[in-house]
């Protein structure tokens, strides 16, 4: 049996949606106590705790006591979903190739934070998700799989986010798939889908009415 940790800070639609996709999740970790997907976990019987990163003297020393309880369930993969933590050298060098991220952009436009904002206000027409490998260099990494949906006239930062987020809800599960079935070869900064189509399959959103 596979072994899958997600990081979490918050609200856990994505690891939801991972756990519900049938995807053999072994534990869930949040750095904030107070992180309601923890709640959804503990539903599942999933263990689910908290490390504190305010109880640790530094980013390697928080990184450290993570690292250790993680690898206490052998993870084959490690997924971040809504984990807002800068993350340490040693800790990316420590999952090199089986550490994975999803962005609310269309990697690489808009890294960091605010990308729906920050979509409208650059006038974008497309706008999207992706999921990436992790390197230590911040929402960079091999792109995996990303979808694209339309910005309309009327989008809100809100209702922009709502688009993009049931995006993320149907490609982190089939990327955490495609990993764990081996389809999933990383070459250098490129990665390759083993599927017939090579993963364009499902590049794109199925389903928004314009
Ligand atoms: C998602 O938009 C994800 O792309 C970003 O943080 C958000 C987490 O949402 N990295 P949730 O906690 O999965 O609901």
Not at 47 to 63: G, K
Request: aromatic share 6%.
């Amino acid at each position: 049996m596979k072994s899958v940790v997600i990081l979490i800070s918050g609200r856990g639609s994505n690891m939801q949606a991972l756990v519900e996709a049938g995807l053999p999740v072994a534990a869930v970790i949040s750095n904030n106590p107070a992180a309601e997907g923890l709640t959804f976990a503990r539903t599942r019987n999933i263990p689910a705790r908290a490390i504190d990163h305010r109880a640790f003297s530094d980013r390697v020393a928080f990184d450290a006591a993570l690292t250790e309880a993680m690898d206490a369930y052998k993870p084959d993969l490690i997924v971040l979903a809504g984990f807002m933590r800068i993350l340490s050298e040693p800790f990316v060098d420590h999952y090199q190739g089986r550490l994975i991220n999803i962005h609310p952009s269309l990697l690489p436009a808009f890294t960091g934070l605010d990308t729906h904002q920050r979509a409208l206000d650059e006038g974008v027409k497309i706008h999207g998700c992706t999921v990436h490998f992790v390197t230590s260099q911040l929402d960079h990494g091999p792109i995996i799989i990303q979808a694209a949906v339309p910005v309309l006239a009327d989008d809100t930062p809100a209702t922009l986010a709502a688009r993009v987020l049931a995006q993320e809800h149907r490609i982190y599960p089939q990327a955490v798939r495609w990993f764990l079935q081996g389809q999933i070869v990383l070459a250098g900064n490129h990665v390759e889908i083993k599927t017939a189509a090579g993963g364009q399959e499902v590049l794109y959103s199925p389903g928004i009415e314009l």
